[in-house]
């Protein structure tokens, strides 16, 4: 029997290169290699209290862009965290295992009081509990995390430990998979590729759209001039080129060194191979968009497969634990 892969897609709307580089070229692959159970997390996209006007219309875009990436609802299981309601069981029995002061210590929880001074709700630190439980729920043994997200998967390993030593062995141990991309920077150069910063590429956004966004991206800070010699290093668009092109990375990064090659040819050869490598992918789209019935069984009948998983799970816990 495959191991089981679980990793869930916060609903922010369509994806963007980042999360395509960072997680869906990923779970495209595992579908081969594992049992994937895939999930669009539209609880935890209540913790930061986002505009939850557009939270159906965000599920379903990110649901399209990840079939469009190439997701088989034959293989994996697809679904919306919300339409499996034993979620929020398990999350208020996990969280009577849980101390607090785990939870007070995590670095993102930390992060997000300094950005929602004004909401830190009870959820919020919760947050990594909902999360364990989403992985234990389906008693997965694999995450694919970046390495941001490696405190998290530690909290919940540490959760299983606490439960299974209280409980007996119920749990197995969920090992990290990090993805080969960590971490994608966004055309700003500083930050992670994020929405909410403005400094990303929609997966579906046009070879137009695409090509001038990359024109505006940010490159080495220290190269003034076209005669200056560049430092690939330190340089966002010479690692993208280096996952669209990696054929032809040792001489671009020649070239930079020695100002064979300008920033603006570069960028402008980088938005050519974004656009050809997701050409497949964004008429594939289009295809889907044509059809949101079918997208909204897969929702359906993913749910269900998932419900199957999750009722098992809970029936466990609940008895080990003492409640039926
Ligand atoms: Fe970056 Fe390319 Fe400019 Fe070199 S030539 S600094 S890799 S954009």
């Known amino acids: 029997m495959n191991k089981r892969v679980f990793s869930g897609v916060r609903p922010t709307g369509r994806l963007h290169i980042g999360n395509y580089l960072g997680a869906g070229k990923n779970y495209v692959a595992m579908q081969n290699e594992y049992d994937c159970v895939y999930c669009i997390v539209d609880l935890h996209a209540l913790t930061t209290l986002e505009d939850t006007g557009k939270l159906q219309n965000n599920i379903y875009e990110a649901l399209l862009d990840l079939l469009a990436a190439g997701l088989d609802p034959q293989k994996s299981v697809i679904f919306v965290q919300s339409h499996v309601p034993e979620i929020n069981e398990l999350f208020a029995l996990l969280s009577m295992v849980t101390p607090l002061s785990w939870l007070l210590r995590v670095p993102t929880f930390k992060e997000k009081v300094r950005l929602h001074p004004q909401n830190v709700n009870y959820g919020l630190v919760g947050y990594p509990v909902l999360m364990t439980s989403d992985i234990l729920l389906y008693k997965a043994d694999v995450v694919p995390v970046g390495e941001d997200q490696l405190p998290h998967l530690e909290l919940a390993r540490e959760i299983v430990r606490r439960f299974n ?79 669209f092109e990696p054929e032809l990375i040792t001489q671009l990064e020649a070239d930079c060194r020695e100002a064979k090659i300008g920033c603006v040819d570069c960028k402008r050869a980088l938005a050519d191979s974004i656009n050809r490598d997701l050409a497949a992918l964004r008429a594939r789209r289009v295809e889907l968009a044509a059809k949101p019935e079918y997208v909204h069984q897969v929702m359906v009948d993913g749910a269900k497969r998932a419900q199957i998983i999750a009722r098992q799970t809970l029936d466990e816990v609940k008895s080990k634990m003492g409640l039926i």
């Not at 141990?173 to 994608?184: H, S």
């Not at 990359?214 to 690692?239: I, Q, W, Y």
């Open 165 to 243: 030593e209280h409980f007996g062995e119920t749990f197995p141990e969920p090992q990290a998979k990090l993805t080969n991309f960590p971490l994608v920077v966004g055309l700003d150069g500083k930050d992670k590729m994020s929405k909410s910063l403005g400094n990303h590429i929609e997966l579906a956004a046009t070879a137009e759209e695409t090509t001038k966004k990359v024109m505006s991206a940010v490159t080495d800070p220290a190269r003034k001039l076209r005669s200056d010699p560049g430092h690939p290093e330190v340089c966002n668009v010479f690692k993208l080129r280096k996952h």
